[in-house]
């Protein structure tokens, strides 16, 4: 009887994607441990600022004022009344809101300023609130954190913009890490639920997996919106597809008051009324406006009116620009909402998507869990890694295969 020399042992082929997955697994944990901390900042500091509107308005109950059928004080009574309070004193702008006290803002901004709240139908003062230079309230705080965690603008605002489009690829790549190679029950069971019965490793895993891809839109929206504000490459390029190979053009379009004009029509009271008059009669049921007086030590300073049709959302407002001088309306070079093409409407909703107002209230409940589920990523996946590197007892060496846990927590 011959012997038989049985065919060497084929090697078992891998899995088509094994090698995109380990190359995103990679990516996914250095990435991840790069900017973890920028994004929990980033992200937590958004939860905070995304009601500030509704906190501030509970807690501050005597701003609110009811709508009455009188017009609303024009630009030139409130001007009287903070020069009464504040003579001499540069108007800076002036914030009307359906529903809420009239906000009155003078000085330069950043270099310190002065907030008169003035009931907009009788002139009443409200609350004064004086800021030093540097000084900002806590929304504001944690508005600046959420931009360029409070280091210097030049720093911290690439640190997380870039930062953020790092975070774009990282959401990609937990797709790419979540999605099972089979789609069976047990798979589904690990892939759409958490254990909160099972060990903390298996529920940190969970927390990280499932909330990971339950809020992959929302997160993924918030961060490819956010960037539009900071990295210019990015902001063009997005327009430049969404609207068909148009270019992006800088917002204001460069209107300047004709300075040759100075003194020969209206003092800049009578400017500033005539000009208010024209933007409410086109828009009387606006509910909110927001007046830019124009720098009147600077004769080519423009007045600047924004109107707000939707109380609590921005996507659709228009803005108009006067001559200081003859209260000229200037030529709008940006198309209103209802004139505009598709990609130019996704720009003007990009703060809307970013808070999550577009979609009203419920939008912003979405835009905080999103936000507070983006925050615990880089801390959940921290945890998942450190587990992974913590040595092993002396004495306990693992066997070569897969342990129990491990087994427990495959995808």
């Keep these: 009887m011959t012997s038989r020399t049985l065919p060497p042992a084929q090697p078992k082929k891998k899995h088509p ?9 990679w ?13 929990v900042i980033v992200c937590v500091m958004a939860c905070v600022w995304v ?12 701003t609110r004022v009811a709508r009455q059928e009188a017009p609303v004080l024009p630009p030139s009574r409130l001007k009287a009344i903070a020069d009464s309070v504040y003579p001499g004193k540069r108007m800076n702008y002036a914030m009307y809101q ?4 009239a906000y009155v803002v003078l000085g330069e901004g950043r270099r310190g300023n002065t907030t008169l709240r003035v009931n907009p139908y009788t002139g009443h003062v409200i609350s004064i609130k004086e800021q030093q230079e540097g000084e ?13 965690l409070w280091l210097p603008y030049k720093i911290g605002r690439p640190v997380v913009n870039y930062g953020t489009l790092i975070f774009v690829f990282i959401l990609i790549t937990g797709m790419v890490l979540w999605w099972p190679k089979k789609w069976k029950k047990s798979t589904r069971e690990k892939s759409f639920s958490i254990k909160w019965k099972a060990s903390f490793k298996r529920v940190n895993y969970d927390l990280h997996n499932v909330l990971g891809f339950y809020s992959l839109v929302v997160v993924l929206a918030m961060a490819l919106t956010g960037m539009v504000y900071g990295i210019e490459w990015y902001s063009k390029s997005m327009y430049w597809a969404t609207t068909g190979g148009k270019t992006l053009h800088p917002f204001g379009g460069g209107a300047v008051s004709d300075s040759l004009q100075l003194g020969r029509h209206f003092t800049p009271v009578q400017a500033m009324d005539a000009a208010w008059a024209q933007v409410v009669t086109k828009h009387p049921e606006a509910q909110g406006f927001y007046y830019s007086f124009a ?20 996507y659709n407002h228009r803005n108009y620009q006067f001559d200081q001088h003859t209260a000229k309306m200037f030529p709008s070079k940006a198309p209103a909402y209802e004139e505009a093409s598709a990609g130019e409407k996704l720009r003007k909703m990009n703060y809307d998507i970013h808070v999550g107002s577009i979609l009203g209230f419920p939008g912003k409940v979405l835009a905080f869990f999103g936000s507070l589920i983006g925050a615990s990523l880089p801390i959940t996946g921290f945890i998942i890694w450190y587990g992974k590197k913590r040595k092993k007892p002396a004495g ?14 495959a995808p």
């Design 136 to 148: 900002v309230d806590f929304f504001r705080w944690a508005l600046n954190g959420h931009r360029f």
């Design 98 to 101: 359906q529903g809420k006290a």
């Design 27 to 39: 990516l996914h944990l250095w990435l991840g441990l790069v900017t973890g901390i920028i994004m």
């Design 396 to 409: 306990k060496k693992p066997l070569n295969r897969r342990t129990a846990a491990d087994v427990e927590m």
């Design 51 to 62: 009601f500030n509107d509704e906190i501030t308005t509970l807690l501050e109950p005597e």
């Design 295 to 314: 720098d009147t030590s600077k004769p080519k300073s423009t007045i600047s009116i924004t109107i707000y049709p939707t109380a609590g959302k921005f």
């Design 17 to 25: 994607r094994s090698l995109f997955y380990r190359v995103s697994a």
